[in-house]
């Protein structure tokens, strides 16, 4: 079955970087778009960042733009999230996801396999 497992994820002081990994197996990588989201505590998972099978098509959240970028090695099956500028309000578990098909990127129901995520803190 298809799997997809994070890491990279931990604590650090704002301003400071973090790089997300996420290894999927099970299935052709190429084959799946491959989307970031985060949750905080108390909120409602959001999206971050999307990717398409071929490593186009890069789309970010306004809240990211400009300090966070994703990238795929499809001959390593990963997907990356490079994070620099990292803010207190960054602080959530982050989360890889994988989808088959066409469909708005942003929502949460088009994506059809989900990672446990990883905790990423940034202290202020």
């Known amino acids: 079955q298809v799997q997809l497992v994070e890491s990279g994820g931990g604590l650090v002081q704002a301003g400071g970087s973090l790089r997300l990994s996420c290894v999927v197996s099970?299935?052709?990588?190429?084959?799946?778009?491959m989307g970031w989201f985060r949750q905080a505590p108390g909120k409602e998972r959001e999206f971050v960042a999307f990717?398409?099978?071929?490593?186009?098509?890069?789309y970010y959240a306004d809240s990211v733009k400009g300090r966070f970028t994703i990238s795929r090695d499809n001959a390593k099956n990963t997907v990356y999230l490079q994070m620099n500028s990292l803010k207190p309000e960054d602080t959530a578990i982050y989360y890889c996801?994988?989808?088959?098909?066409?469909?708005?990127?942003?929502?949460?129901?088009?994506?059809?396999?989900w990672g446990q995520g990883t905790q990423v803190t940034v202290s202020s």
């Open positions: 099970g299935r052709t990588f190429s084959s799946f778009a």
């Open positions: 990717i398409s099978g071929s490593g186009g098509s890069p």
């Open positions: 996801a994988a989808k088959l098909y066409s469909g708005n990127v942003r929502d949460v129901s088009r994506y059809d396999y």
